[in-house]
């Protein structure tokens, strides 16, 4: 039978949350909540989207059809809410750069930084509220075993340098920091469930990715 799928209305989903809340097969608590599935007839005829690499189906007038409504996983909500604190360390350093960089090319590097992530950050805990999920606390500290992340230590050196050394040191830290920031998305690019979520990691793959080769062209020059 063919399957169409749609998005969970915020309440449904908040309500799916807490009747399905459960634990996974290593005893730590998964958040997911199963996608909900029903059956519908068709009045009209309707082409539904086949997962990647797979081919449409024609839903013909009359026939049934499953209507899968949003699902989302613990991989997702993990992805989502360690990303947060992930991407509030890269507008940290990146701010440093306005009064402490030399080079013009960092100091576009890190505007770019700023105007991408903060919005990531605002899309990032919106995904957290509409499912009735806590966002991580502003003032909470940052998770350094996170990859990419770097030690209170290394954030003081940078607080602390100026010019062509904290070119050096901004460049090759947030290379380090984008480099996780990969590492994270990636896996939810193939694994991961929820639509959105999978496009802002599918986002954060790439366009960091590039920053990254950006990055090391310039640290190459100086």
Do not use: K
């Amino acid at each position: 039978m063919p399957r169409v799928s749609i998005g969970l209305t915020a309440t449904a989903a908040a309500a799916a949350l807490l009747a399905l809340a459960g634990c996974s097969d290593d005893g730590a608590t998964d958040r997911g909540v199963a996608a909900a599935t029903t059956t519908a007839t068709s009045d009209t005829r309707v082409v539904a989207p086949g997962a990647p690499g797979e081919t449409a189906d024609v839903i013909a007038p009359g026939e049934e059809f499953e209507v899968v409504e949003g699902g989302y996983s613990e991989l997702d909500v993990r992805f989502v809410e360690q990303m947060i604190p992930h991407h509030r360390q890269a507008l940290q350093m990146a701010e440093l750069a306005q009064e402490r960089a030399q080079d013009d090319r960092v100091v576009l590097v890190a505007d770019r930084i700023v105007a991408g992530q903060g919005p990531e950050i605002t899309a990032l805990e919106s995904w957290l509220e509409q499912r009735g999920l806590p966002v991580p606390a502003a003032d909470a500290a940052h998770d350094h075993a996170l990859p990419g992340m770097i030690s209170p230590l290394q954030l003081e050196q940078l607080e602390n340098t100026t010019g062509a050394e904290f070119d050096e040191l901004f460049l090759t830290y947030m290379s380090q920091h984008h480099a996780g920031a990969v590492e994270m998305a990636d896996p939810m690019i193939v694994e991961g469930t929820d639509q959105l979520a999978v496009e802002m990691a599918t986002d954060v793959s790439v366009t960091q990715g590039a920053e990254i080769g950006r990055m090391r062209e310039i640290l190459d020059s100086l």
